[in-house]
């Protein structure tokens, strides 16, 4: 080996390249909602057929979509477990300046290693089939999906809205039990157009009273008729 260069040139090449990291599966270690531990999933085969083990990485960003518009901050994210897979993608420059909030020049000059990662959130091959049609979230049983035509599906055991307020700008179909707990109030609005409130079936109220323009029309209301007044309703 030694009288020959080239073949001298290509284990110096390959002894480098073995301490430049790209991207590399990785398992989650911990997770505190802002950074994860994190190990690659793959061992490293040395030279000597000994099989090398990769340390955990600690202070992993997660990339997660995020903007800061005017103050409003936005983030999507799922939650992430121990066990759950990630690819680690690794910095071309030492980390830990910028991580402190400098964008100065590291003070290391490291370059492609193994404890500058960043950690993005990703599914092994094979193990959920993705919907080829929609735009589709899932987790769990629960599912949102958005076809191409703009049809909103949304599957859920139960939601919840906390809102100062709402608006529906269309017409609005209830299939199951509609229960509200302040009262409900409604107008003609413009045009007056679909208004009249129809109701077929029975009527039940309890424990309060039927009014019309402030006037009773519950069970002790009476009309005039020529000569008195209508018995109370039975």
């Avoid at 599966?25 to 994190?38: E, N």
């Avoid at 990769?54 to 901050?73: F, K, L, T």
């Avoid at 003070?107 to 092994?124: C, E, G, I, K, Y």
């Avoid at 009476?222 to 008195?228: L, R």
Wanted: net charge negative.
């Amino acid at each position: 080996m030694n009288g020959n260069p080239i073949a001298v040139l290509r284990a110096l090449i390959a002894s480098e390249l073995a301490e430049v990291y790209t991207t590399l599966p990785g398992v989650v270690v911990s997770y505190d909602g802002k950074s994860i531990t994190a190990r690659p999933a793959l061992a490293k085969r040395l030279a000597n057929g000994e099989v090398l083990r990769a340390p955990q990485i600690v202070r992993v960003p997660v990339c997660w979509p995020v903007g800061d518009v005017n103050g409003a901050e936005a983030l999507i994210s799922v939650p992430l477990k121990a066990g759950d897979a990630v690819k680690l993608s690794f910095s071309a420059r030492a980390l830990e300046n910028w991580l402190a909030g400098s964008d100065g020049p590291p003070d290391d000059p490291r370059q492609f290693d193994l404890s500058d990662a960043f950690a993005t959130p990703v599914m092994r091959p094979g193990t959920v089939a993705a919907d080829t049609e929609n735009v589709s979230i899932q987790y769990g049983p629960g599912t949102l999906k958005l076809s191409p035509e703009g049809h909103l599906t949304m599957n859920v055991r139960t939601w919840e809205v906390n809102m100062d307020e709402g608006t529906f700008n269309g017409p609005l179909t209830v299939n199951g039990l509609l229960t509200y707990t302040q009262g409900m109030h409604g107008s003609r609005g413009a045009g007056g157009g679909g208004a009249t409130i129809t109701i077929e079936g029975d009527v039940n109220f309890r424990n309060g009273s039927l009014t019309h323009n402030g006037k009773d029309v519950g069970s002790t209301h009476k009309h005039p008729y020529a000569g008195g007044t209508t018995e109370e309703p039975i």
